[in-house]
């Protein structure tokens, strides 16, 4: 019978206690290193960590997806909300609270030039929809970020990225339409004026993109 030494023990005991070392399922890539950072809300009031991405990338590559069928919506008041097993959301290491006036609210924007390619969000988007098992049109459906790229959100981690449907009682065929992008704008709005953190506002949306704003006062 093999031994494991103390120091073993000790360091599985404190991989356990962090967000990070949560398992993934199989076939998925596992987090990378800094994904065991908590965001700084974490820290604070018991919310939840948020898993760190690799960031911005100048070439980006096509996502392993979860398995087909494994992702299941959930729906609050009608709308649409992500599996948050399949889509906890992450974060990008390039975007603090300390640097927003040189990143999200720059003048001439940020989120174009982080943004992936159509050719590889579009093979990814096709694979999330057989993850969530969504079958409707899939130019009304957004491959969205759940954290989203104005808010500090990774460009291209499977774990942000999710097929968002339509709002409830949206024309089949008329294009993307969904609540959660005027959400996400004033959210900004209120990060790059200082009336909310950015980690508050990340953790908000996290939660429940339907409440965000109530949750902060926003609304």
Not at 13 to 26: E, F, Q, Y
Not at 79 to 95: H, M, Q, W, Y
Not at 106 to 123: D, F, I, L, N, W
Not at 157 to 181: C, F, I, M, Q, T
């Amino acid at each position: 019978m093999r031994f494991t030494s103390r120091a073993a023990v000790s360091a599985l005991l404190t991989c356990l206690s962090l967000a990070g070392c949560s398992s993934v399922p199989l076939g998925m890539p596992g987090p990378s290193s800094s994904s065991a950072a908590a965001s700084s809300a974490g820290a604070a009031g018991g919310a939840r960590s948020i898993a760190v991405g690799a960031g911005p990338q100048k070439k980006y590559t096509v996502q392993q997806q979860p398995a087909a069928g494994s992702c299941h919506y959930r729906y609050e008041k009608g709308e649409p909300l992500e599996d948050p097993k399949c889509t906890p959301g992450a974060i990008s290491p390039a975007v603090t609270q300390a640097n927003l006036k040189s990143t999200i609210c720059r003048k001439g924007g940020y989120t174009s030039g982080v943004r992936p390619s159509a050719y590889v969000t579009g093979k990814e988007k096709r694979l999330n929809a057989a993850s969530y098992g969504y079958t409707g049109n899939t130019g009304d459906a957004e491959y969205d970020h759940l954290i989203s790229l104005q808010l500090g959100g990774d460009p291209n981690d499977y774990r942000n990225l999710w097929v968002e449907p339509a709002d409830p009682g949206h024309k089949r065929g008329s294009g993307v339409n969904n609540g959660k992008d005027p959400v996400e704008t004033k959210l900004h709005t209120a990060v790059c004026a200082g009336k909310v953190t950015l980690a508050r506002a990340q953790q908000a949306i996290v939660s429940d993109w339907t409440t965000a704003l109530t949750t902060l006062g926003l609304s």
